[in-house]
């Protein structure tokens, strides 16, 4: 007589012992190519693609997930993109930078020489502020191009979770104009607040929680001048 086995597929399906997490670059690449793929195209028909579903009938749960798997991903190159194209240009940046061996181009603890360093190489001087003492502390700056423009990124850190703080010229603000109010985003597994303060846009990117960056940003706006 035949032993049952002590687990079949359909069980180790249901109890996520063969689930593996996608390392942080891959999940945005293929997001990535996914908002590739949503450029306008015509419409969808069933009739054209019903071959889909048909090599994985009767399946069983194996067919079922695939099933599932091609749908969300047609349902996900058909929605339009709702995220700021300028938070978006900031989260592929901050990935890249993490990828790359240049997530910092000036590594100082010390604001007084993270801000000299920015001198000349782009026509503004980004605020440096020290946040030490609430749990963010400096650890460099680097230079990148979003909106067609150099600007400068300064690097923070909580814990082991690295914050990018972008922060370039507010086209239609003013010099000494009050914070706006804080406004958080959330793209591709990563946290975002964007606000204006003095005549500048800022924008504070990590993969740590949104509470911390936004408790970040409040820390930020209220030491700043």
């Known amino acids: 007589m035949k032993t049952r086995p002590d687990s079949s ?25 996914l908002r590739e793929a949503a450029q306008p195209k015509r419409s969808f028909k069933w009739a054209e693609s019903s071959w889909i579903g048909l090599p994985f009938l009767g399946g069983g749960m194996t067919g079922i997930a695939a099933c599932a798997l ?14 700021d194209p300028v938070g978006e240009e900031i989260v592929a940046s901050h990935v ?28 503004y001087a980004p605020p ?8 963010f502390p400096l650890v ?4 990148d191009y979003v909106d067609h ?33 804080l406004k958080s985003h959330s793209e591709d597994g990563y946290s975002l607040v964007e606000w204006r303060h003095g005549g ?16 970040f940003a409040d820390a930020l706006t209220s030491a700043s001048p």
């Open 9 to 33: 597929l359909g069980e180790k399906l249901r109890d996520g012992s063969l689930y593996e997490r996608a390392p942080a670059h891959l999940r945005a690449q293929v997001l990535a190519n």
């Open 200 to 215: 500048m846009v800022f924008w504070a990117i990590s993969d740590a929680s949104p509470v911390y960056v936004r408790h």
């Open 128 to 135: 440096v502020v020290d946040l030490e003492a609430q749990g």
């Open 149 to 181: 423009r150099p600007v400068a990124v300064l690097v923070y850190r909580y814990l082991k979770h690295p914050i990018d703080l972008y922060v370039f010229p507010d086209n239609g603000g003013k010099t000494g104009s009050p914070v706006t109010p």
């Open 70 to 83: 091609v749908f969300m991903a047609f349902t996900w190159t058909q929605l339009p993109s709702r995220f």
């Open 96 to 123: 890249r930078a993490l990828m790359s061996s240049r997530a910092i181009d000036v590594v100082s603890t010390d604001q007084h020489t993270v801000k000299p360093w920015f001198n000349g190489r782009i026509n």
């Open 140 to 143: 460099g700056g680097r230079l």
